[in-house]
């Protein structure tokens, strides 16, 4: 069964940075498009960023532009999020994702990590 195993999050002030890493169970990821979505309380889940098994084909949602960067891990089956500004308005769980398709990685992905908390203080 492929997964998907985030880490990295936890509780930082206003202003600070995190940074999130996802590994795959399989190298079958290796050529999927991979990203991250995100769930505040009492919201819908949100598209963050993707990027392209090669590291190309970077998008992210016009609100984390700038100040969220998406890489992927040397051995392609990984993928970082690093979190720079920081602000209250981005608490919440963020999932890992992956799919096939470029289209379905933004919008709906067919693998979903379990997600970690993201909590940023006032």
């Known amino acids: 069964q492929l997964q998907l195993v985030e880490s990295g999050g936890g509780l930082v002030q206003a202003g600070g940075s995190l940074r999130l890493s996802c590994a795959a169970s399989?190298?079958?990821?290796?050529?999927?498009?991979m990203g991250w979505f995100r769930q505040a309380p009492g919201k819908e889940r949100e598209f963050v960023a993707s990027i392209a098994w090669n590291g190309g084909s970077i998008n992210y949602a016009d609100y984390v532009k700038g100040r969220f960067t998406i890489s992927r891990g040397s051995t392609k089956n990984t993928v970082s999020l690093q979190m720079n500004s920081l602000k209250p308005e981005d608490t919440a769980v963020y999932y890992c994702?992956?799919?096939?398709?470029?289209?379905?990685?933004?919008?709906?992905?067919?693998?979903w990590g379990q997600g970690t908390q993201v909590t940023v203080s006032s």
């Open positions: 994702v992956a799919d096939s398709l470029g289209s379905g990685v933004k919008t709906t992905p067919g693998y």
């Open positions: 399989r190298r079958t990821f290796t050529d999927y498009y």
